[in-house]
């Protein structure tokens, strides 16, 4: 199996081939802290965005890649947003430099960052702050995550090695969702809020993600019908991991979440058994809460 992703968009020739700051193996125990999210501070600003009005699977398209680098490659007929030089390439590009020097090391972990245009998963009120190293608010007390946390999250749950299918809990706005899609074959990502999912769907349908379903329910049931997975990946943080999440994990996969109430940290499940779970602390971090059902 390869490393790379079979349909990568981007040769990211100044990052991939960067030699990592900090020396060593890639050491789970490493016990970096991350920037805090400001879920709660940025909440109150949030200017809530109304659901998108579509339903149905986001499009299949030939190519997501393509759909990707040609919102790149043409910014003169994007919307206002994307023509904005503190939104441009070289923004993200200072942005996966950033996240590489603080410890992410998977090339195609940033490879990936490097190719989502993460402004496009913000409202337009924000979209200049899309870059900095901090979650924001994407309405119904719910914040994209921080791209430090989606990077590393993602560098340790790969592993090194290549995803055939992945969960997602917590679509939220679909930014995450978004960089998934490009590390792994099959993507699913469930999320509980109606409006966040349709935002989400919305968000996506011009980058023409083929390889990835939203579903709207409770992820904390996980996703059986599409189990098993090689990768689980919670974008919110519970007191515990649902055991239906460790039960839906492939033998030799991996769930990354974080744990815990107001002290959280990462917590990494490698599956290596049939009835066996293996778990290592990573390090502190915030998210918003998982919480049960639907609304
Ligand atoms: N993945 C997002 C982060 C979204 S914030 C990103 O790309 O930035 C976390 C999301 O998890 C919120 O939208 C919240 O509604 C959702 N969530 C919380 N509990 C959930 C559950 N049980 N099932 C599905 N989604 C859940």
Known sequence: ?????????????????????QGGGQSLAQSRI???????QNAAQSAARGGAPHHGAVPIAPSRA?????????PATASPPRQN?????AVRRA???????QGVKDPVVLDAMQAVPRHMFMDEALASQAYIDASLPIGHHQTISQPYIVARMIEVMRQGGSLQRVLEIGTGCGYQAAVLSLVAKEVYSIERIRPLHELAKANLRPLRVSNLRLQYGDGML???????FDGIILAA??????????????PGGRLVAPVGAKLQHLQLITRVGKM????????????VPLRPGTI
């Open 1 to 21: 199996m390869t490393d790379k992703p079979r349909t990568f968009p981007l040769s990211l020739d100044s990052l991939a081939g960067k030699p990592a700051r």
């Open 34 to 40: 991350a920037t805090p999210q400001t879920a709660t």
């Open 66 to 74: 393509q759909a990707i680098a040609n919102e790149r490659a043409q």
């Open 85 to 89: 030089p503190l939104v441009s390439d």
């Open 95 to 101: 942005m996966v430099a950033r996240i590489a020097k």
């Open 222 to 228: 996980g996703l059986p019908q599409a189990a098993p």
């Open 237 to 250: 943080a519970g007191l515990e991991v649902p055991q239906a999440l460790l039960e839906q994990l492939a």
């Open 276 to 287: 066996e779970w293996t778990s290592q602390t990573l390090e502190d971090c915030h998210f």
